[in-house]
């Protein structure tokens, strides 16, 4: 190896590990892998380390070094079919690279920048690349807010301690009037949703103002707990252009919306970050393009990466692509986003590359997404192996053919089938709402 | 067709065009394409057209609709290795839909949502999907600003008429302090580059603090402009956090930099237009983070997207992917980048889809970026047609072996071979800046 290459290696126990963020990916080089890693590094940070004919090297401070390289596989065709004209050798490579937090500070726009910007996606050499995980040491951490509230302080403001979290999707989801908007949600309470939430495509509009529709579901959510005596919360979608999210946070909390939902990668990650420093409720982030940059295995970003960083961002409840067909996603990807929510995202404080148990970042709820109905508690309870997750349905409370109210009575017989241990089926018999539900799911 | 599925369907005949914004799919699927279209509106917008138990159809005002639908061909295999088990048969497809603008007002998280949301990537029977383009009613861009200045402000902010801009990316990028910093623009000035810029991973920090960085180039640029007679800009990334950008604009303005950078997929597109709104200098996008979602072929979104939506959020100037080998990026992409900047984005007022020639946005100047240098400029010229362009290079100016003075001379001489009709070997003959560039690129 070239001088000039070894400068971009190093060992963790060379580097003071505190002073570093760690990027893990996968990359398809038709180079020698310890030149494509060397090229990797100094792209995405000291492209040139010395003035022309000055005698300097930028690069004991400021050079991205890769600390562990391993070479997964050769293959003999490109991974993708992507636009290289020609190849002699291929290798399949996994990197992780200590990236100097001096260059970036606490800001995600600038860490993003780092493991996501040119340097990463445009190296020589290597023409397919993945950011696989982010890990982070405690110091830095601590720079960030994180979540407000958590899994702990979501549960306190729910009143919910013993069982996942219903979430119920309002639909019509688009087109209805505040009025019958409100109506649906009303009856969803009465059923025992726990969070009626606005659906992700709406927003504030002319056909349903968001100071109408907060004011009045911001009463119907009061006057439900009082009828229920239980707590009941509705959860507004404040998606919009940066400079009014504020604005739309101090309507819809002082109208009586009690969580507040962003479509974090249309706003921006940083934009999350502005609204949870000023928060006054829960946040909950909704994955609306979030695909388009993870979905293809071989390039992009992993969404334990988005995931992770949308919990550094501020989010109490993460709702991500989950389970079935529709959603189109390995068992796997949904398992490493629960992970991300729940699991510590620190290094450790002597810099080894293990998670620690510890992080200064609070947990946030996972929520895996998509079509799900009472049938959907047992394999996913299963699956993430803990209550602490929420399911998000829509049309199987608000399109229950009885109306919202039996259909989160529906969630709730489902629930109570799975703790004491019985069929669905068995349990719907003397449980209409269910026993509906179950021929409902089947059409 | 069953009726449910028709009422997705419309033509353009039939719509009042000016209501809505037309997005352009590839898309491949494992159902016939007219149900899978169908599927992929109702998604997207009214999932749920009607309560339960209600006559009503929300669709006739809120649904998005097919207006064009083509079968480009049956593929034997999937396009992409992805998660689908099982396939009979696959079509791939190209669909364009309205979507009305009710929905989502002219807001860009709100588009974004709508175009490459959970509606668009989950939509069942599709598994993979590629947002093309999109095409605007005039009404409609005309409730966004687009750029404050655009190609015509841009040439009357720097006095560069006739000729490509040349931006130079200040190098050593990272790690060096604002005085040795500020002399390495001050001699690129004097050698006539036009915008020489922070490199997009130079944020700030406390071994480069912006506010003294601004003032030191701003300082020198000020005397570049009276040693050398003629404009002299120095282009500063204000990259941050989304709630720092208007303090970081101010102080870069007061402080003499005349022009400001953001990587706005970093700080999301909407922060872009809200520092758009009080700008007072031109404003220059960087692309990290959007390779991650634009490069996979069948996946994701096309980069002409992103540079629309860019120059419609306000940007002056885009730098994208451009030419050669490191870029990774087919021709006839760096091309369509192009064509998002300079051209119209508008559909014809009478709702036909070919694109109107005039355009309520402002045209914002292409800067197809990447390993560039004097001789980059015949080619690039040849391929867009027009001197309406800009050129970054970083190392042929500021790794030139006699300094950066020479190396944005290169530049000049450069420009002035293709003019006079001469190759640039003959035109080094007696320009040596020139002769040294051809050395030092061939190394």
Redesign the interface.
């Known amino acids: 190896m070239t001088d000039d290459r070894k400068a971009f290696f190093a060992e963790t126990s060379a580097l003071d590990m505190s002073e570093y963020v760690v990027f893990d990916y996968f990359f398809e080089s038709t180079v020698e892998p310890t030149e494509a890693a060397a090229h990797l590094c100094q792209e ?10 000055v005698e300097e090297d ?1 690069r004991p ?2 050079a991205a070094r890769v600390i562990d390289l391993v070479v997964e596989r050769r293959p003999d065709k490109p991974c ?5 004209d020609r190849w002699d050798r291929l290798w399949d490579c996994r990197v992780k690279i200590a990236y100097p937090i ?4 606490a ?4 860490l ?3 493991a ?4 990463a ?2 190296s ?1 050499g290597i ?1 397919a690349i993945k ?1 696989h995980d982010i890990l982070f040491p405690p110091g830095y951490l601590e720079r960030f807010e994180g979540p407000k509230f958590g899994v702990e302080g979501l549960r306190a403001w729910t009143g919910v301690y013993d069982r996942p979290l219903f979430l119920g999707v309002i ?6 009037a505040p009025e ?1 908007f409100r109506d ?1 949600a009303y009856q969803s309470w009465l059923g025992g949703l726990d969070i009626a939430k606005d ?3 709406l ?5 349903s103002p968001f100071e109408k529709r907060t004011r009045l579901l911001g009463e119907a959510r009061r006057r439900a707990e009082q009828t229920t005596g239980k707590r009941c919360c509705y959860l507004a979608n404040i ?5 009014r999210l504020l604005d739309l946070h101090d309507i819809a909390v002082r109208n009586g919306a009690d969580m507040l939902m962003i ?1 974090a ?7 999350a ?2 609204v949870r ?1 000023h928060t006054a409720v829960p946040l909950v982030a ?4 979030v ?3 993870t ?3 071989y ?3 992993h969404s334990r990466v988005i995931t992770k960083l949308q919990r550094l961002a501020g989010f109490d409840a993460i709702i991500f ?1 989950g389970m079935g067909a ?5 068992r796997s990807a949904v398992l490493d986003d629960v992970k991300a929510c729940l699991r510590s995202m620190s290094l450790r404080p002597d810099g080894t590359l293990d998670p620690s148990t510890d992080c200064p970042i609070r947990p946030a709820l996972p929520v895996p ?2 079509s799900q109905w009472a049938g959907s508690l047992k394999p996913l309870f299963e699956d993430i192996g803990t209550t602490d997750f929420a399911i998000v349905p ?2 199987a409370v ?6 919202p109210k039996a259909g989160a009575m529906s969630l709730h017989q489902g629930w109570e089938a799975v703790t004491a241990g019985v069929s669905l089926d068995d349990y719907a018999r003397d449980h209409q709402e269910l026993a509906v539900a179950i021929s409902h799911n089947a059409e």
């Open positions: 995405q940070s000291t492209a040139q380390w010395c003035r022309v004919g930028l401070l400021h993708l079919p992507f636009q290289i001096r260059n970036i500070e800001s995600i726009p600038n993003l920048t780092a996501c910007g040119e340097g996606f445009f020589p023409h950011l639909k019509p989801n688009i087109g209805l019958p649906l659906d992700e495509l927003f504030d509009t002319a056909w998606t919009d252009e940066v400079d479509n990668m249309c706003t921006g990650l940083s934009a970050r502005m420093k909704h994955f609306d393009m695909a388009p940059f979905k293809a295995p390039y992009g970003i692509a529709r959603m189109k996603t390995y997404g998509g829509g049309r608000f399109g229950h053919p009885d109306g």
